[in-house]
């Protein structure tokens, strides 16, 4: 019973261990749960254990009993429409009648958006029968009136329904893993990047634990050193802020990182447009130019996260003179400057603002870079497994 259920979580993204499975079920056998909103508190206590999977929860919740495939943006985001469960109820409704022929044209943002999380809210309400959803009637484990030989009784419509008011509320989706940063959430992609290790040698006096030692050994002195509290790390953010499609995500980057100044010794952050030639910029107005050259100089175990959409002409990238700036007199193409970067630096991160599932699009530059880079999308997961990536390099250079 519910194993599929159990899967469905994983695909989502919720990483429920055997563990806490056979907990679950051991609450089930005591009889804890008795109605669906019990179901859903309980199931959700036994599984999530971050904030980023809440959201990922409740669409799974929904997706299995209800049949409602929910997207991972919130009511008045507007990434709805890149979404795959709009397209596909955007072209249902379409044949239906229900919205009009080019309903872009006919039909305001506002007005689409509507639609649609009023029809995912009406379906919300109708969940009787079926084989796995809740409600009265059906083959399902779970319900009343039904004809399913074992299982736990739900009795009517779960009474106020409060399961389906809180998923209704997406109180968590700002914190999904799959979301974009943004400033509710930017607390949190800090806490990930805390994960990245120390590095350097252990010359601060640990008081405490030379005292612990030495009454240990019988007063015989043992001096126990530690890394010091700030990281020795040395980072550099270089980051894309000239093309249209990378202003929304300019702002939000430099506030992510400024704020880890005090952690790492040293961190530094550079501008470029489109692409890296010989120079990046000391300021987001791309005046004062700094020489790639020098900042290959820079220690190797330097830690460098490059944020762009990596989208451009394919002249800019592969091809000798090929800025799109006229004054700019690059001989050599870019790619070959990239490579050189990765060389020098193997940590090192590409965050991409433009979702995964957009890559492969048919981008032909971005495609190149992801051959020389290791890219991840700049949402909660992404940094989380850049950071990741960034600890298995240490261990293994």
Sequence with gaps: MLTNFFYLLRDYGIPATLHEVMDFYAGLEKGLV??????????????????????????????????????????????????????????????????????????????????FWDTVKEQLKEHHGGSKWVGTGGTSPFGHSGF?????????ESGNRSAIKVIGDRNYVTYSADHTLSGENLRQALDSMKHLKKSG??????????IRKTAQNGGEIDLIFRRE??????????????????????????????????RFKEFSTYYFHNTIYSSVY???????SYPVDNLLKKPRDTRVLIVGDASMAPEELAYGYGSIYINDDEVQPS???????RDRFPYTVWLNPIHEREWDLGVWTLDRIREVFHM??????????????????????
């Design 34 to 115: 008795n109605d669906l909103d019990e179901l859903y508190v309980y199931a959700r206590l036994s599984v999530v254990k971050r904030v980023e999977h809440m959201d990922m929860f409740h669409r799974a919740f929904v997706y299995y009993f209800y049949g409602v495939d929910l997207p991972p943006v919130g009511e008045n985001d507007k990434e709805l429409f890149r979404t795959e469960q709009f397209q596909k109820w955007l072209q249902k409704a379409i044949r239906s009648g229900e919205v009009p022929n080019n309903a872009y044209w006919n039909m305001s943002a506002d007005e689409l958006m509507k639609k």
């Design 201 to 210: 040698p252990e010359t601060e006096l640990d008081l405490e634990e030379t």
């Design 282 to 288: 000391k300021d987001a107005a791309r005046f004062k």
């Design 148 to 156: 399913a030989e074992r299982g736990i009784r739900v009795y009517g």
């Design 229 to 262: 509290l700030k990281d020795k790390i040395k980072v550099v953010l270089l980051i894309d802020n000239g093309g249209y499609s990378m202003t929304p995500y300019v702002d939000i980057t430099r506030l992510l990182f400024s704020k880890l100044h005090n």
């Design 335 to 341: 790619i070959n400057w990239l490579k050189r970067i």
């Design 376 to 397: 991840e999308e700049m949402t909660l997961r992404g940094i989380k497994q850049a950071v990741e990536f960034l600890n298995t390099r240490q261990e293994v250079l």
